[in-house]
C-alpha cells in the first residue's frame, strides 16, 4: 500500500489544520495507521494513532484536547485534526500504516510510511 499525506501549511498559533492521508494500491483498513512528526534536527515522534476499526486512539500527551486522529476505511484515508497549533507543532507530519498487532509506538513498528506534509507554525 502507497501512502500520501497532503494539508499541511504555513499558519498562525491558534490556528487550525486538517491533514489527510490517502492510500493507494491498497486498502487501508487492514492497518493500524499512526501519524508522526519530525522537526528540525528532532527525532521522529509518534503524535497520534488509531486501530483498525476507528475506536481505539492515542495521543501524545502534547497534543491531547488539541488534535484528533480519525478514520474513513471506505475511503481508504486517514486525518488528523489539529486545532490550537502551538509554534512547537512545527514539523514534517508523517502517516504509517502498520500489520502489528500491538506495540506500535515506534517507527520501526511501522511497515508503510508517506511522504512528509510541513506544517509550520508562527507566533
Known amino acids: 500500500v502507497q501512502l500520501q499525506a497532503s494539508g499541511g501549511g504555513s499558519v498562525q498559533a491558534g490556528d487550525s489544520l486538517r491533514l489527510s492521508c490517502r492510500a493507494s494500491g491498497g486498502a487501508l483498513r487492514p492497518y493500524h495507521v499512526g501519524w508522526f512528526r519530525q522537526a528540525p534536527g528532532k527525532g521522529r515522534e509518534l503524535v497520534a494513532d488509531v486501530n483498525r476499526s476507528g475506536i481505539a486512539t492515542n495521543y501524545r500527551d502534547s497534543v491531547k484536547g488539541r488534535f484528533t486522529i480519525s478514520r474513513d476505511n471506505a475511503n481508504n484515508r486517514a486525518y488528523l485534526q489539529m486545532n490550537s497549533l502551538k509554534p512547537e507543532d512545527t514539523a514534517v507530519y508523517y502517516c504509517?500504516?502498520?500489520?502489528?498487532?500491538?506495540?506500535?509506538?515506534?517507527?520501526?513498528?511501522?511497515?508503510?510510511w508517506g511522504k512528509g506534509t510541513l506544517v509550520t507554525v508562527s507566533s
Open positions: 504509517a500504516a502498520s500489520t502489528r498487532v500491538s506495540g506500535r509506538y515506534w517507527p520501526q513498528d511501522y511497515n508503510y
